[in-house]
């Protein structure tokens, strides 16, 4: 009886279909989740510059910048920030002298979906680096 199954080849055009609709289907989730993965990446391309141009501009990770990071924050979503700079002017106040590189790091951890059960974190990273434009005295 299984042989005879096995032989038959009804319905074997109904198997090819619903194969193809599950591969299609795989590569659909597959094109989104890119999709979803470049716009997540140039929106935090957006903070970060909007970030170190705040930086740069005040010449230091002052309450300035703490301000704009926490506007960017309500605005868009919740991300992880490493700031760091060449040399600081002033340490205890984060400022850098005029001409010192400023850098800005940030990231942000999200999961690839339509997976079913299974959840595969993606963690994107942007850093962006500028000069100072500030003389301190």
């Keep these: 009886m299984f042989k005879k199954i096995m032989r038959s080849k009804r319905g074997e055009g109904y198997i090819d279909t619903v194969v193809g609709i599950v591969v299609f289907v795989m590569i659909l989730v597959v094109a989104i989740n890119v999709f979803s993965f470049l716009t997540l990446k140039q929106d935090m391309d957006q903070i970060s510059e909007e970030l170190i141009e ?12 703490w301000e ?60 962006r680096s500028g000069i100072s434009e500030k003389y301190w005295k």
């Design 68 to 127: 704009r990071d926490s506007e960017l924050l309500n605005q868009y979503f919740y991300y992880g920030i490493s700031i760091s700079a060449e040399k600081y002017y002033n340490s205890s106040y984060s400022r850098v002298q005029l001409g010192d590189t400023m850098t800005v790091e940030i990231s942000t951890t999200t999961y690839i979906k339509g997976l079913g059960i299974f959840q595969i974190p993606v963690t994107l990273n942007v850093k």
């Design 54 to 65: 705040s930086a740069t501009y005040n010449g230091a990770f002052d309450s300035g910048f």
